[in-house]
């Protein structure tokens, strides 16, 4: 019986006038993969930022692990396990691509010191493939090595619950195959939940083993990937947008 | 410890000891060494906050000022009973008082300016010196508009030998102290988890918060700590002038000689203010020889070329060109 | 004595300098807003219109009225030529260097006015006479300068909001790239968008003597500058018009505060209330920096 690793009660968040998040209940538990999709303007975006604490809520609360988070910054969640891949990648250009993923692994709560780091940074870099680079300036990187430098830090922090934004977006098949194997790999080799935010890549659903399907900030659906797939419900709204 | 990975760190010690037995040995460059010591003392402080996390302070002249007060009225006040303390303990309170008093300005004014914005900080800082000068001056405290003078009390304390020593060799080497303690720790900042974090707030600093840095309480901690650290400098300068008086005290040509020399040195480097000081301090001397009293007329647009030309600084070029070489490990 | 009229005429007075203020104020905010640089040397620009000023009366005669207009092209020009100098070569990059090199700008025009016209102190008179407020005498001069102060103000107005050019800088502030993208050449708006900001301060400057009639020495700018933040921080630092409405307040507030602390004797009111100046910066920053006046 896995423990309860986030909760998401009742959140709602409006930005003048338009819900983007109406009424959201989540519950993920550890080790869970999941992937949460929907068509543009669905929420997504939101409830990942709402999960990140970029925002306070309109109502709702947030539990991580048991405590209430809703009001905690940003900072503070992610060095309590929530970590983050942003859609954009956003390394900081003028450091070293293992300076990039030690800045990662510093700010958590299990990693006490520059030494381990270090040790854990070049552990990561090896994981995704990048350690060739690692004493390159992350502004030379090519877009490819910047998702993957993006992942890399956000896998450094030793994090329970991994949030990862668009990930795959606009990359061939073959490469979303390997990225998302090595996630899985990773997060299986040490118990991270996979929260994926996907809109148009579908391919990302072999890789989990539940999806929720949001529309106009409600959860649709929260099922295995091919009953959300088949359904009447999510085939009316994607109808002509999703693609392989 | 593992002496050769500070290595670099102790060549510039050795470095600075070397300058300032200089000054000891050689009496003739006593005059223009004991200005230098405080112009690189003054730049580093300014370096390990602005340097650090690239917040521009333009406050540093009231913390400077509020030590050089606080430390004179303290002294002031030691020395006003029947029988004045021993010295080392009328100076030591001195430094102290001074640091406290600007340990809590900085507490105080960078609780609330540490949240804000690079314009909105550099508001809340440049209005700073102004605003201690007319809180001197309106309220007449220490001295208010006249000034703030301890030479005859240390002279009737002590005896004149010693106000003469004090004032023109211990002063220099407390000010060196307060040098010497700065650069310890800027170069303990880098290397530790706050360094760590700070250069991520440097690069970008929403960026840095999401990833986990708490941004604001680190820019406090470097605002606080240089902050004291200018105040002791200040106690030291009271030390060696005697004398602080509120239009010279507030003077804007302190900031600007700061920034130049930190910016010319190389803007969070701890060698660079040590290289922008000596420059600086040779071309000073050569301009106050031949154009006397037109410093800040050359230095504005020096400054300004700066920006436009030259912003990473001697070091900070040497150290971009020299990357992953023995060079650059050593320009820390 | 404190009586209702006397505290009605120095409401009014605050008014008159209010207005002055938020003229002076106005070329921050409007730099800030459009260019998002902080003209860290603003003080200095409000010194060379003083001098501007000081000069057209002392060689030709001419009264503040007729030199601010002269001081706003001086201002006008040497926006133009800050600009493509040297702002719009670290208009991407970092603030601090922006900060500083606006900062150096600043000691720069002191330290020339310095060289050029000695650091004594300088004034003159424009002696109309005063008017009669509620049985107090009010300078003439101080009435139309804050008279002239709105009307300068008015003028910006009706540029930006009915100007083809103006409405080229509204659309810039709004959204860069979509201005980019219609046709809008944003280099140009930033020139002349600096050019106007600085135009007005040193404008500002050259009706300052209106105000005061001694004083005009290289440093004057300095309490220019802190006033100008707190009043733009005060009316939020990127609307001009909230600045203008919040120079307006902070007049008032300044002549209050002048009154008050006269009466309490709580030592010189000139220095207590510049200190206090600074003070009220930081509580408006630690309540709302985003400025009082902005919804």
Same mark, same amino acid.
């Given at each position: 019986?896995?423990?309860?690793?986030?909760?998401?009660?009742?959140?709602?968040?409006?930005?003048?006038?338009?819900?983007?998040?109406?009424?959201?209940?989540?519950?993920?538990?550890?080790?869970?993969?999941?992937?949460?999709?929907?068509?543009?303007?669905?929420?997504?975006?939101?409830?990942?930022?709402?999960?990140?604490?970029?925002?306070?809520?309109?109502?709702?609360?947030?539990?991580?692990?048991?405590?209430?988070?809703?009001?905690?910054?940003?900072?503070?969640?992610?060095?309590?396990?929530?970590?983050?891949?942003?859609?954009?990648?956003?390394?900081?250009?003028?450091?070293?691509?293992?300076?990039?993923?030690?800045?990662?692994?510093?700010?958590?709560?299990?990693?006490?010191?520059?030494?381990?780091?270090?040790?854990?940074?070049?552990?990561?870099?090896?994981?995704?493939?990048?350690?060739?680079?690692?004493?390159?300036?992350?502004?030379?990187?090519?877009?490819?090595?910047?998702?993957?430098?993006?992942?890399?830090?956000?896998?450094?922090?030793?994090?329970?619950?991994?949030?990862?934004?668009?990930?795959?977006?606009?990359?061939?098949?073959?490469?979303?195959?390997?990225?998302?194997?090595?996630?899985?790999?990773?997060?299986?080799?040490?118990?991270?939940?996979?929260?994926?935010?996907?809109?148009?890549?579908?391919?990302?659903?072999?890789?989990?083993?539940?999806?929720?399907?949001?529309?106009?900030?409600?959860?649709?659906?929260?099922?295995?990937?091919?009953?959300?797939?088949?359904?009447?419900?999510?085939?009316?709204?994607?109808?002509?947008?999703?693609?392989? | 410890?593992?002496?050769?990975?500070?290595?670099?760190?102790?060549?510039?010690?050795?470095?600075?000891?070397?300058?300032?037995?200089?000054?000891?040995?050689?009496?003739?460059?006593?005059?223009?060494?004991?200005?230098?010591?405080?112009?690189?003392?003054?730049?580093?402080?300014?370096?390990?906050?602005?340097?650090?996390?690239?917040?521009?302070?333009?406050?540093?002249?009231?913390?400077?000022?509020?030590?050089?007060?606080?430390?004179?009225?303290?002294?002031?006040?030691?020395?006003?009973?029947?029988?004045?303390?021993?010295?080392?303990?009328?100076?030591?309170? !001195?430094?102290? *008082?001074? &640091?406290?008093?600007?340990?809590?300005?900085? +507490?105080? =004014?960078?609780? #609330? @300016?540490?949240? %804000?914005?690079?314009?909105?900080?550099?508001?809340?800082?440049?209005?700073?010196?102004?605003?201690?000068?007319?809180?001197?001056?309106?309220?007449?405290?220490?001295?208010?508009?006249?000034?703030?003078?301890?030479?005859?009390?240390?002279?009737?304390?002590?005896?004149?030998?010693?106000?003469?020593?004090?004032?023109?060799?211990?002063?220099?080497?407390?000010?060196?102290?307060?040098?010497?303690?700065?650069?310890?720790?800027?170069?303990?900042?880098?290397?530790?988890?706050?360094?760590?974090?700070?250069?991520?707030?440097?690069?970008?600093?929403? !960026?840095?918060? *999401?990833? &986990?840095?708490?941004?604001?309480?680190?820019? +406090?901690? =470097?605002?606080? #700590? @240089?902050?004291? %650290?200018?105040?002791?400098?200040?106690?030291?300068?009271?030390?060696?002038?005697?004398?602080?008086?509120?239009?010279?005290?507030?003077?804007?040509?302190?900031?600007?000689?700061?920034?130049?020399?930190?910016?010319?040195?190389?803007?969070?480097?701890?060698?660079?203010?040590?290289?922008?000081?000596?420059?600086?301090?040779?071309?000073?001397?050569?301009?106050?020889?031949?154009?006397?009293?037109?410093?800040?007329?050359?230095?504005?647009?020096?400054?300004?070329?700066?920006?436009?030309?030259?912003?990473?600084?001697?070091?900070?070029?040497?150290?971009?060109?020299?990357?992953?070489?023995?060079?650059?490990?050593?320009?820390? | 004595?404190?009586?209702?009229?006397?505290?009605?005429?120095?409401?009014?007075?605050?008014?008159?300098?209010?207005?002055?203020?938020?003229?002076?104020?106005?070329?921050?905010?409007?730099?800030?807003?459009?260019?998002?640089?902080?003209?860290?040397?603003?003080?200095?620009?409000?010194?060379?219109?003083?001098?501007?000023?000081?000069?057209?009366?002392?060689?030709?005669?001419?009264?503040?009225?007729?030199?601010?207009?002269?001081?706003?092209?001086?201002?006008?020009?040497?926006?133009?030529?800050?600009?493509?100098?040297?702002?719009?070569?670290?208009?991407?990059?970092?603030?601090?260097?922006?900060?500083?090199?606006?900062?150096?700008?600043?000691?720069?025009?002191?330290?020339?006015?310095?060289?050029?016209?000695?650091?004594?102190?300088?004034?003159?008179?424009?002696?109309?006479?005063?008017?009669?407020?509620?049985?107090?005498?009010?300078?003439?001069?101080?009435?139309?300068?804050?008279?002239?102060?709105?009307?300068?103000?008015?003028?910006?107005?009706?540029?930006?909001?009915?100007?083809?050019?103006?409405?080229?800088?509204?659309?810039?502030?709004?959204?860069?790239?979509?201005?980019?993208?219609?046709?809008?050449?944003?280099?140009?708006?930033?020139?002349?968008?600096?050019?106007?900001?600085?135009?007005?301060?040193?404008?500002?400057?050259?009706?300052?003597?209106?105000?005061?009639?001694?004083?005009?020495?290289?440093?004057?700018?300095?309490?220019?500058?802190?006033?100008?933040?707190?009043?733009?921080?005060?009316?939020?630092?990127?609307?001009?018009?909230?600045?203008?409405?919040?120079?307006?307040?902070?007049?008032?507030?300044?002549?209050?505060?002048?009154?008050?602390?006269?009466?309490?004797?709580?030592?010189?009111?000139?220095?207590?209330?510049?200190?206090?100046?600074?003070?009220?910066?930081?509580?408006?920053?630690?309540?709302?920096?985003?400025?009082?006046?902005?919804?």
């Amino acid at each position: 019986m896995s423990k309860e690793l986030l909760r998401l009660e009742n959140v709602s968040k409006s930005f003048g006038g338009i819900r983007a998040l109406n009424n959201v209940n989540l519950i993920i538990k550890e080790g869970e993969k999941l992937a949460i999709i929907g068509p543009n303007g669905a929420g997504k975006t939101t409830l990942f930022n709402a999960i990140s604490g970029v925002f306070d809520l309109d109502s709702g609360r947030i539990f991580y692990l048991g405590r209430d988070i809703t009001k905690l910054p940003p900072f503070k969640r992610k060095y309590l396990g929530i970590s983050r891949a942003f859609q954009i990648p956003r390394p900081f250009a003028g450091m070293t691509v293992l300076d990039n993923v030690v800045v990662g692994a510093l700010f958590s709560r299990d990693i006490k010191d520059i030494k381990e780091a270090r040790n854990r940074a070049e552990e990561i870099l090896s994981l995704v493939g990048l350690h060739n680079k690692r004493d390159e300036l992350a502004v030379n990187l090519t877009s490819p090595e910047k998702k993957l430098l993006e992942l890399a830090r956000a896998l450094a922090p030793r994090p329970r619950l991994l949030l990862l934004d668009e990930i795959v977006a606009g990359i061939p098949p073959a490469e979303v195959d390997k990225i998302m194997s090595l996630v899985v790999k990773i997060s299986e080799q040490e118990n991270i939940s996979v929260v994926a935010l996907v809109e148009h890549v579908m391919r990302v659903l072999r890789y989990v083993e539940r999806a929720i399907f949001l529309h106009e900030g409600r959860v649709m659906m929260d099922d295995t990937p091919d009953k959300v797939l088949n359904s009447e419900v999510v085939k009316d709204i994607y109808l002509g947008k999703v693609y392989e | 410890m593992d002496i050769r990975a500070h290595r670099s760190l102790i060549i510039l010690f050795l470095v600075s000891l070397t300058l300032l037995f200089v000054r000891v040995g050689i009496p003739e460059t006593r005059q223009v060494l004991s200005i230098l010591f405080f112009y690189i003392a003054l730049s580093e402080v300014f370096n390990l906050f602005t340097g650090l996390t690239l917040y521009v302070c333009f406050g540093y002249v009231a913390f400077v000022a509020l030590g050089m007060y606080g430390g004179g009225a303290t002294i002031k006040y030691l020395l006003s009973t029947s029988s004045p303390p021993p010295l080392a303990l009328v100076l030591a309170c !001195a430094f102290a *008082v001074a &640091g406290i008093l600007a340990l809590i300005l900085a +507490l105080a =004014v960078g609780w #609330i @300016s540490v949240r %804000l914005k690079g314009a909105y900080f550099a508001i809340a800082t440049i209005g700073l010196n102004e605003g201690l000068k007319n809180l001197i001056e309106g309220t007449g405290i220490w001295g208010g508009s006249s000034g703030l003078v301890i030479a005859n009390d240390l002279i009737q304390a002590y005896n004149y030998d010693t106000f003469i020593f004090v004032t023109s060799e211990l002063a220099d080497y407390l000010i060196f102290t307060v040098y010497a303690v700065t650069i310890l720790c800027i170069y303990l900042v880098i290397k530790s988890r706050l360094g760590y974090g700070l250069a991520a707030l440097r690069e970008d600093e929403e !960026a840095a918060n *999401v990833m &986990g840095v708490n941004v604001v309480r680190y820019k +406090l901690i =470097v605002f606080v #700590i @240089s902050a004291t %650290l200018a105040g002791m400098l200040g106690a030291g300068k009271m030390i060696k002038d005697v004398a602080i008086y509120p239009p010279q005290a507030f003077a804007v040509s302190y900031t600007v000689e700061a920034i130049v020399i930190s910016m010319l040195g190389g803007l969070g480097t701890v060698t660079g203010p040590v290289i922008g000081g000596l420059i600086y301090g040779i071309l000073k001397y050569v301009l106050t020889v031949s154009f006397p009293g037109l410093q800040l007329l050359a230095l504005a647009p020096a400054l300004m070329a700066m920006c436009v030309m030259f912003p990473y600084g001697i070091v900070g070029w040497l150290r971009r060109r020299f990357k992953g070489s023995k060079i650059e490990s050593l320009l820390i | 004595m404190v009586t209702a009229e006397y505290v009605i005429f120095v409401t009014i007075a605050g008014v008159m300098l209010g207005t002055f203020y938020g003229l002076a104020t106005i070329g921050l905010s409007f730099t800030f807003g459009i260019l998002r640089i902080l003209n860290s040397g603003h003080g200095s620009f409000v010194m060379i219109g003083a001098y501007v000023s000081y000069w057209c009366f002392a060689l030709l005669g001419l009264s503040p009225l007729v030199s601010s207009l002269l001081a706003f092209v001086v201002g006008f020009f040497i926006g133009f030529a800050l600009y493509h100098g040297l702002i719009s070569r670290v208009l991407g990059g970092p603030e601090l260097i922006s900060l500083v090199l606006m900062f150096a700008f600043g000691i720069f025009l002191q330290e020339v006015a310095k060289f050029s016209w000695s650091a004594s102190p300088r004034g003159f008179t424009w002696g109309l006479g005063s008017v009669n407020i509620f049985g107090y005498e009010y300078p003439l001069t101080r009435l139309i300068g804050g008279v002239v102060s709105a009307v300068i103000v008015l003028v910006l107005y009706v540029f930006l909001f009915r100007t083809k050019s103006g409405n080229a800088i509204r659309s810039v502030v709004e959204d860069p790239e979509g201005a980019a993208l219609c046709g809008v050449d944003v280099s140009r708006v930033y020139a002349l968008s600096l050019a106007i900001a600085l135009g007005l301060t040193v404008a500002s400057g050259a009706l300052s003597t209106l105000f005061v009639s001694g004083g005009i020495e290289p440093y004057m700018g300095d309490p220019y500058t802190t006033r100008a933040f707190a009043i733009a921080v005060l009316g939020g630092l990127t609307s001009p018009f909230g600045s203008f409405l919040a120079g307006l307040l902070f007049g008032i507030i300044e002549n209050i505060s002048y009154m008050l602390l006269s009466l309490a004797n709580v030592g010189n009111p000139f220095s207590m209330t510049r200190f206090l100046t600074f003070a009220m910066i930081l509580l408006v920053l630690l309540i709302r920096p985003q400025g009082l006046l902005k919804r």
